[in-house]
Nanobody, 119 residues
């Protein structure tokens, strides 16, 4: 099994930056991809970005050119660098991991970290 712990959420002003971290433990060697999702109050969960461990990153159009997902394999940690933050980015951000052949919905999830962007 895999355990995920997010950190780095905070209150920031519009236009500011923030970096989220997600550390994986347990059977992390079986992970094939990791991703960030977010859920704003009263809204459905939204996919943000994916890091494929074999190589490759993808982003939602709403965060493209502003957010960057990366990984430090020596620390079993994935990051989400968020720049030019907007009030619309306010949400609880969740880290997710999956193994090969599975979906994120059926994978592992962290507890989430709150990001609030003020105008």
């Amino acid at each position: 099994q895999v355990q995920l712990v997010e950190s780095g959420g905070d209150l920031v002003r519009a236009g500011g930056s923030l970096r989220l971290s997600c550390r994986a433990s347990g059977s992390s060697s079986s992970i094939s991809a990791m991703a960030w999702f977010r859920q704003a109050a009263g809204k459905q969960r939204e996919w943000v970005a994916t890091f494929i461990l074999s190589g490759g990153t993808t982003y939602a159009d709403s965060v493209k050119d502003r957010f960057t997902i990366s990984s430090d394999n020596t620390k079993n940690t994935v990051y989400l660098q968020m720049n030019s933050l907007k009030p619309e980015d306010t949400a609880v951000y969740y880290c997710a991991a999956k193994t090969f052949g599975r979906t994120f919905d059926g994978g592992f999830w962290g507890q989430g970290t709150q990001v609030t962007v003020s105008s």
